[in-house]
């Protein structure tokens, strides 16, 4: 028998190698083994069983790592059309499917020494008075870790093995499982009785579940542009609705018929409140099994365990950002997608795909129904929905019929020419009354503002120097707390001058200007000195856990004003939470991306909807320059059908996704001459192959909105087409064929979602 086997390295070819016969009964499609390549060994993956090889003088394989059948078939498959639709190599692929935790060879279960109580047989042997207090601890306890045992007797190795010479007790090694979550007390809870939008949009999920199961071979999909063959429900919730409880019972029918699920989550932050939830619902009772986490926060050890609990079929549950959509779940039933337009999904490093599409690919391959759940769906997901390619399940009122809170947009124009000293630019009048209101009440605050440090940018007013980073042609951010300047894209850090740095003028009236999340907190203290005032970015979160304690000291009532970037906006369930500050909404509207107004949109939707999800009614104010602009008005009326109208009909005109797909080619090198070169000749290349195409649109090649980062200068081509797998195999294709400098790289982004 001989194994085709893809190598750790990209060489975009598969090898084959012969089975040695001590090897035959270890090796099957998805083992990882150690094969010969020239010189050396290296690691690789069996992805295929064939009886006869093209070529002669087969090198046998060296030996098998770790246990067999790593990869199942349909993962594997998996990754073969990822790596075709995204234009890598399937090497590439192998490794985001399996992580390395589970790749390196030395990986293995932690093993830890237990000490186990033994029956007495016959008369208890003679102990010493030692050896008396040390078994009758051990006698309670019944079996400890040796660790344990010896410290919680005060005792020595020796004293312990004595006993076990004596019968009495067993030292053995036991796997000792690492369990990120092992030392969080989780209180069972029981489903909840749901509102008639719940149990509409649950029981369309379910019979899709029923639909599944009476076909009797998975699904063939042909591409991922419209995830044809398989029930893809769009589940379009406003914030508070009580998607959650939707998607717990639906894996608890899931669960009843023997399947398991995947939840994804946008954000790694999520994660604990959306674990905890879940292992509270199933960790007992009829439907009980273990809940698997996997994201990248998780130590090497936690992601090897919590890896293999799946796929020992012992966790029936995975809950994680978007490499979770690859988890090795065997009859998989169902796939959650939560705030599935978050752009968080999309990879943006090879193999550069998106998690919801891929789940959409790998539910209709596997017969798993795929729920995507947002309050502001993404306009791609919605125009399917509208197609008829997903089915739309609508739940537009809150869960106990609290009323969506009330948004009311404040003119930054009109502020700041009132020119209240030491406030202007942070904190309108409007918000800082309803700040104070709040905290004389006892209620509690979120403010947002989606830009860390503390000024934007550092200004000379007499020459007008501004202080830029060295490596990428953007402004440095003033971090107060350190007094340095950071860029925010490559990580150049330098300290912050007292005096203009240019020789010539050297004025000491240089000023910080903008803002961020460190000046608004300084504000807040002055403004509010008895105030309890916690911030949340990514300079405050420095330790894993740092993230669960702000917000348990935030929901215990500790906290007063929360204030923080993106990590606050979304998913976040605060009943005492009545006012939501927006304070600068047009971040994310002034930027050279066809998504701008929509990400404003959802933005502003999602931090609205943490406000007034308990008893009061909650209020919310967005501060903005641009008050009239569409994607603000039509937030604060909560009218995401109105703003999908106005945006889908921009998008038609430009031939803009859903109406076509995009592939963003990137060239990149320190020399920006070779780079627009090198950008030309694609650009004739791409003309000839493609160019004739009908509905062919070619834009560029031009500087990138953002020309030059850590270094490098970087032009972009741009192309819009509706078959983007047929895109893709010419796109592989020119690429494997390509002759660049050596100093130039191409990045060939499929789908992207940023443009910069």
């Not at 199942?72 to 090497?91: D, F, I, N, S």
């Not at 309890?532 to 917000?551: F, G, P, V």
């Not at 404003?600 to 903005?624: I, K």
């Not at 081509?717 to 050596?742: C, D, F, G, N």
Request: a positive charge; hydrophobic letters at 40%; aromatic letters at 6%.
């Amino acid at each position: 028998m001989i194994a085709r086997v893809t190598l750790e390295i990209a060489v975009r070819k598969e090898f084959d190698y012969l089975i040695p016969a001590d090897c035959v009964d270890r090796v099957e499609v998805g083992t990882r083994v150690k094969v010969p390549f020239g010189p050396r060994l290296v690691l690789g993956v069996v992805t295929a069983m064939v009886e006869h090889s093209p070529h002669t003088n087969l090198r046998p394989i060296s030996s098998v790592v770790g246990v067999s059948g790593m990869l199942t078939p349909r993962v594997l498959e998996l990754a073969r059309w990822m790596a075709g639709y995204y234009c890598c190599p399937v090497e590439t692929a192998l490794k985001s499917v399996l992580p390395e935790a589970v790749r390196k060879e030395d990986a293995k279960w932690k093993e830890r020494l237990y000490a186990q109580v033994l029956p007495v047989v016959g008369e208890m042997p003679k102990l010493t008075q030692r050896q008396m207090e040390v078994w009758h601890v051990l006698e309670e306890w019944r079996e400890l870790p040796l660790q344990e045992l010896l410290k919680l007797a005060e005792t020595t190795v020796e004293t312990v093995r004595r006993l076990e010479d004596k019968g009495l007790l067993r030292i053995a090694p036991r796997v000792d499982e690492r369990d990120p979550y092992a030392r969080e007390e989780i209180l069972p809870t029981q489903a909840m009785v749901m509102n008639a939008e719940q149990q509409r949009a649950y029981e369309a999920i379910r019979g899709a579940m029923d639909s599944m199961a009476r076909l009797p071979e998975p699904v063939e999909v042909r591409t991922g542009e419209g995830g044809a063959g398989v029930p893809p429900l769009l589940l379009h919730g406003v914030t508070g609705s009580g998607k959650t409880e939707v998607y717990l019972q639906a894996i608890a029918s899931a669960l009843e018929r023997g399947w398991g699920s995947i939840v994804l989550v946008p954000e790694i932050s999520l994660t604990p409140q959306t674990v905890e939830r879940f292992k509270a619902r199933f960790t007992t009772g009829p439907n009980a099994t273990l809940v698997a986490v996997l994201h990248s926060h998780l130590s090497s050890g936690e992601r090897h365990d919590e890896w293999h609990k799946i796929r020992q079929g012992r966790a029936r549950i995975v809950i994680g950002a978007r490499s979770a959509v690859f988890a090795p779940v065997e009859r998989l039933g169902l796939i959650v997608v939560d705030e599935e337009h978050e752009h968080s999904y999309k990879q943006e490093e090879a193999p550069r795909y998106h998690a919801r599409d891929l789940a959409v690919v790998r539910g209709a391959r596997e017969r798993a129904v795929v729920v995507l759940g947002s309050a502001t769906p993404s306009v791609e997901s919605y125009y399917n929905a509208k197609k008829g390619k997903y089915s739309l399940l609508e739940m537009p009122s809150r869960a106990t019929d609290q009323k969506l809170p009330v948004v009311r947009v404040v003119d930054l124009r009109v502020e700041s020419r009132k020119g209240e000293k030491g406030t202007p630019g942070v904190f309108s009048e409007p918000l800082k009354e309803g700040i104070r209101q709040r905290l004389e009440k006892g209620e509690q605050t979120i403010l947002f503002l989606n830009r860390r440090g503390y000024s934007s940018s550092l200004q000379c007013p007499k020459c007008g120097y501004v202080a830029g980073c060295p490596n990428c042609s953007v402004s440095l951010t003033f971090h107060r707390a350190k007094h340095l300047l950071l860029c925010h894209i490559c990580g150049h850090s330098e300290a912050a001058p007292v005096r203009c740095p240019k020789p010539e003028c050297g004025d000491g009236g240089i000023r910080y200007a903008g803002l961020g999340t460190e000046r608004v907190e300084e504000t807040l203290v002055r403004l509010f000195p008895k105030a309890r005032i916690a911030r949340m970015d990514r300079d405050t979160l420095q330790k894993k856990e740092d993230y669960r304690r702000i917000l348990t000291e935030f929901r215990t009532g500790r906290i007063d004003i929360l204030v923080g970037t993106q990590m606050i906006a979304k998913g976040l369930h605060f009943p005492n939470v009545t006012l939501v500050g927006v304070l600068y909404a047009d971040l994310s509207l002034h930027v050279p991306d066809f998504r701008a107004g929509e990400r404003t949109f959802q933005l502003l939707t999602q931090v609205s909807g943490r406000a007034g999800r308990g008893d009061v009614e909650g209020e919310v104010f967005v501060q903005s320059f641009t008050p009239f602009h569409p994607a603000i008005q039509f937030a604060r009326r909560h009218d995401y059908a109105g703003f999908y109208e106005a945006e889908v009909e921009f998008r038609e005109q430009l031939k803009y996704p859903p109406f076509s797909r995009i592939a963003l080619l990137t060239l990149k090198g320190r020399n920006e001459d070779k780079v627009k070169f090198s950008a030309d000749h694609i650009r004739k290349e791409l003309d000839a192959k493609v160019g004739s195409w009908p509905g062919m649109v070619i834009a560029g090649p031009a500087p990138a909105p953002l020309v030059r980062a850590e270094s490098f200068f970087r032009y972009q081509i741009m192309i819009r087409y509706r078959a983007m797998s047929r895109l893709s195999q010419v796109l592989s294709a020119m690429e494997a064929t390509l002759h660049l400098p050596e100093d130039v790289h191409l990045v060939m982004d499929v789908d992207p979602v940023n443009l910069m």
